[in-house]
């Protein structure tokens, strides 16, 4: 069978994009204000556009966690996700290579600012999405299948959050 | 055997994730711990000059045979580090290193002029000698040491562009060394006192949100 299309491995990309975006969003409605902010210190939002953009990214970002659950609008989800990641990942190198380091991502951390590290955060992630395009039917798996499923996105989840804290250490060790 | 190999499998995974479990806990408690602890600098005693004053304008003759100004506005933009110190201060040997490693980071912008204000020639010329110092101009002046009034070593004094002392502290690590950088970049005489005024501003502003509620 094809790596890409192995149900395990689909599975296994789907929760871990869901629940990476469905912690985003959480994160961003909590401190709407503070990510309103973010979004501008990118500064590559006319400030008029701000609000209406930080509201899109957003809901975007809940589509995305909702909508990769669900097998009749998983591609649509997975094509937004990829799309999304891009626009961040181009958006980053954009401020890294004008040397604002020091900008916060506004990516769910907290005060973790740029970095090549979020770069490949934001790649890998694009990746796990690429594995949950065209699979538009429900997954079928044996029930160790899906044991073995939701405990690798367990692993994961867990492994991009050590990688997203480690950033946030390396953001406050720059500015001690 | 095959679901022995489904629960060793399972169990596998329930280790992986507790040990990740684990990891984050660690980072986490790391990155709390660095918001937490705040950052030394170098403490600042002196009778004779203080962060924001003018510098003591002096010329001074360094080992080398140049003559050196010291405390005077300079045209170049650069920064003066004057960094007081002697053959026999055990600390001082110690902080070559780092005093290195910093003059090469910050060469764009500063200036190392190492100063003591005792001994013979001969010891401070071994001295430069077995540190490998001779990069740095190396000065010789009680007078100099006297107008800074510097009474305990390592001691520096960081001068800016215009003349004016941006911060200055006995210095005893790298710490207290690039908290003299630290003070400069963010405007403030020391690392204490802009650690003062955040906590202050912070009391302020938990009061504050004590009366709202109020």
Same mark, same amino acid.
């Given at each position: 069978?094809?790596?890409?299309? #192995? ?19 959480? #994160? ?72 604002? #380091? ?8 907290? #005060? ?65 | 055997?095959?679901? @022995? ?6 169990? &596998? ?6 040990? %990740? ?11 709390? &711990?660095?918001?937490?602890?705040? $950052?030394? +600098? /170098? ?8 962060? +924001?004053?003018? /510098? ?5 003759? !360094? ?17 003066? &580090?004057?960094?007081?110190?002697? $053959?026999?201060? $055990?600390?001082?040997?110690?902080? &070559? ?7 090469? !980071? ?12 005792? +001994? ?16 740095? $101009? ?6 100099? +040491?006297? %107008?800074?009034?510097? !009474?305990?070593?390592?001691? /520096? ?37 802009? @650690? ?17 509620? !109020?």
């Amino acid at each position: 069978m094809n790596l890409l299309h #192995h149900p395990q491995i689909q599975l296994t990309a789907v929760l871990l994009i869901s629940a990476v975006f469905a912690h985003g969003f959480w #994160h961003k409605f909590r401190a709407f204000d503070e990510y309103i902010e973010n979004i501008a210190q990118y500064q590559l939002v006319p400030e008029g556009l701000l609000l209406f953009v930080s509201r899109m990214l957003m809901v975007t970002e809940a589509f995305i966690a909702l909508g990769i659950l669900i097998p009749s609008v998983r591609t649509v989800a997975a094509v937004a996700c990829m799309a999304l990641l891009i626009i961040y990942i181009m958006a980053i190198t954009l401020n890294l290579v004008q040397g604002r #380091h020091h900008i916060a991502c506004g990516c769910g951390g907290e #005060h973790t600012t740029l970095s090549i590290g979020l770069v490949l955060r934001n790649i890998c992630l694009c990746v796990a999405a690429l594995f949950t395009v065209n699979t538009t039917q429900a997954v079928s798996l044996t029930w160790q299948g899906f044991c073995f499923s939701v405990l690798g996105a367990g692993a994961l989840g867990l492994l991009y959050a050590i990688w997203t804290q480690l950033l946030t250490n390396q953001s406050l060790m720059r500015r001690h | 055997m095959e679901n @022995m190999l489904i629960i060793s499998n399972i169990i &596998l995974w329930l280790v992986v994730i507790f040990l %990740s479990v684990i990891v984050f806990a660690l980072a986490r408690q790391i990155g709390v &711990l660095y918001e937490r602890v705040a $950052p030394a +600098g /170098a403490l600042a005693i002196n009778q004779s000059i203080s962060a +924001g004053a003018a /510098a003591p304008e002096l010329s001074v003759q !360094s080992l080398q045979g140049e003559l050196i100004t010291v405390g005077k506005a300079r045209t170049d933009g650069r920064s003066q &580090l004057l960094f007081f110190l002697s $053959p026999d201060c $055990p600390v001082c040997k110690q902080l &070559l290193v780092p005093l290195k490693s910093a003059a090469r !980071s910050e060469q764009k912008w500063l200036s190392v002029i190492l100063a003591s204000d005792g +001994g013979h020639q001969q010891q401070h010329e071994e001295f430069i000698a077995q540190h490998a110092l001779s990069e740095f $101009p190396y000065v010789i002046s009680e007078l100099l +040491g006297k %107008s800074y009034g510097i !009474s305990k070593l390592p001691y /520096a004094v960081l001068i800016n562009e215009e003349g004016i002392i941006e911060s200055l502290g006995i210095i005893n690590s790298r710490e207290h060394l690039e908290s003299l950088f630290e003070a400069k970049e963010r405007g403030v005489s020391t690392l204490q006192s802009y @650690m003062e005024a955040r906590e202050n501003s912070q009391e302020q502003y938990y009061a504050a949100q004590v009366e709202n509620k !109020s």
